[in-house]
């Protein structure tokens, strides 16, 4: 048996920092890398094209209807490593969109986050709302952080955490 001392991993530093212009490219290859999946099959130029026009659609989408969400990069360890949208009302929180780059997911960066704005919602006393993919591997995560299933679309369900329950 040895006497030196485990090493641990050293502790990854989370922070939001607010979006700007300058960012444009890095939100387009966060959502690119939301979506590659699903245009496997297509050649490189069509699967841009549409990645491109998903993505602006997307934009103006939250643009239209969440004009006050606080548009946030994720940095990990001071570096860009995702974005997170998130919408406050007076009666709720809502969170528009969560994504990290592929290398980061699965690494407990989005579990803090979400625990964060969860702890923020408790304090507010206001329940938190998104909708998620029903192929989004991430809904096993909302479901054990305490989101329940409100209602069903065709590809969405709609979650809700109550920081009342």
């Keep these: 048996m040895s006497n030196e001392p485990i090493q641990s991993e050293p502790t990854r530093s989370v922070a939001l920092r607010a979006v700007s212009p300058d960012d444009e490219a890095f939100l387009f290859e966060v959502f690119a890398g939301t979506r590659m999946d699903e245009f496997r099959f297509l050649d490189e130029q069509q699967k841009q094209a549409i ?3 998903q993505y602006d659609a997307q934009r103006f989408q939250y643009d239209e209807g969440f004009p ?6 994720i ?34 960066v ?3 986050l979400l625990n964060e ?35 069903e679309e065709s590809m969405y369900f709609e979650l809700r955490f109550d920081p009342k329950a």
């Excluded at 704005?117 to 909302?142: E, G």
């Design 51 to 53: 990645i491109r026009m």
């Design 117 to 151: 704005l969860l702890n923020r919602a408790v304090v507010a006393k206001k329940p938190v709302r998104l909708h998620v993919l029903k192929s989004n591997p991430a809904l096993r995560l909302y479901e054990r952080l305490g989101f329940t299933r409100v209602s």
């Design 68 to 73: 006050q969400a606080e548009s946030r990069i």
């Design 75 to 108: 940095l990990l360890d001071d570096q860009p490593a995702g974005r997170m949208l998130v919408d406050e009302s007076e009666e709720e929180i809502t969170l528009v969109d969560i994504a990290l780059l592929l290398e980061h997911r699965n690494s407990g």
């Design 110 to 112: 989005g579990t803090q």
